[in-house]
């Protein structure tokens, strides 16, 4: 079974600190990506990546940033936290296959972070 | 820029109903396009995946229909059972996208009562 984790599962931080959210899968999965949640606005794409070292924005990429140094880790970054990035964070990953077959993308547990 | 809609919204019926759950996309230069489950604060679980040159998919009790020409898939779920209860996403993924980014649509929210 893919095997999707997510570092924690709920996270309470301070306004201006620097925050890590983690993803790991164990697929060998070339693609991974980073949703959050919000009632009433759906998933939104934050950051997504293809490769080791790879990234491409998303639809809200302002106030985070990621890194990819290992292909099963995916990490998203708040660089100055703030109230309004109170959310519910996926990570998600899935096979890039040049084709129609496959790409279907695996999520975690999620973490549900709030900002005071 | 790929669309998703979800009707209806929520949706509230009583245990053995079949239901359809209805998700409509606007380009139809899509790849495939995927059902998800998602329980009340957890992560998407995925249900079925229809790949573009495939009409519909069965798992169990669920049957996922693809009406490429039309925009439009279908969830439908046989007698419905109150396990059963949590909101529904579908999200497509388009030709536009070689890396198999996901557009989704807001869900649907079941609730099965006994």
């Known amino acids: 079974d893919v095997k999707v984790t997510q570092s924690s599962r709920y996270l309470v931080k301070r306004t201006g600190e620097k925050v890590f959210l983690e993803c790991v899968q164990d697929?060998?999965?070339?693609?991974m990506f980073w949703y959050r949640q919000d009632p009433g606005l759906g998933l939104r794409l934050i950051y997504f990546?293809?490769?080791?070292?790879?990234?491409e924005k998303g639809d809200i990429p302002e106030g985070y940033s990621v890194s990819r140094e290992k292909k099963e880790r995916f990490s998203l970054i708040l660089e100055s936290a703030s109230t309004n990035q109170t959310s519910m964070y996926l990570c998600?990953?899935?096979?890039?296959?040049?084709?129609?077959?496959?790409?279907?993308?695996?999520f975690g547990p999620g973490t549900r972070l709030t900002v005071t | 820029k790929q669309e998703v809609t979800q009707i209806p919204a929520a949706l509230s019926v009583p245990e053995g109903e079949n239901l359809v759950l209805n998700c409509s996309f606007t380009?139809?230069?899509?790849?495939?396009l995927q059902w998800f489950r998602q329980d009340p604060g957890k992560g998407l679980t995925s249900l079925l995946l229809?790949?573009?040159?495939?009409r519909e998919q069965t798992s169990g009790r669920l049957n996922a229909s693809l009406d490429k020409s039309s925009g439009r898939s279908t969830l439908y779920i046989a007698a419905s059972q109150p396990g059963d209860s949590a909101t529904y996403l579908c999200?497509?993924?388009?030709?536009?996208?070689?890396?198999?980014?996901?557009?989704f649509g807001r869900g649907t929210q079941l609730t099965v009562w006994p």
């Open positions: 999200a497509a993924v388009d030709r536009g996208s070689t890396l198999g980014r996901l557009y």
């Open positions: 697929m060998d999965h070339e693609n």
């Open positions: 998600a990953s899935s096979l890039r296959v040049i084709s129609e077959v496959g790409r279907e993308q695996y």
């Open positions: 990546s293809y490769d080791v070292k790879m990234k």
């Open positions: 229809i790949q573009s040159s495939q």
């Open positions: 380009d139809s230069a899509i790849y495939n």
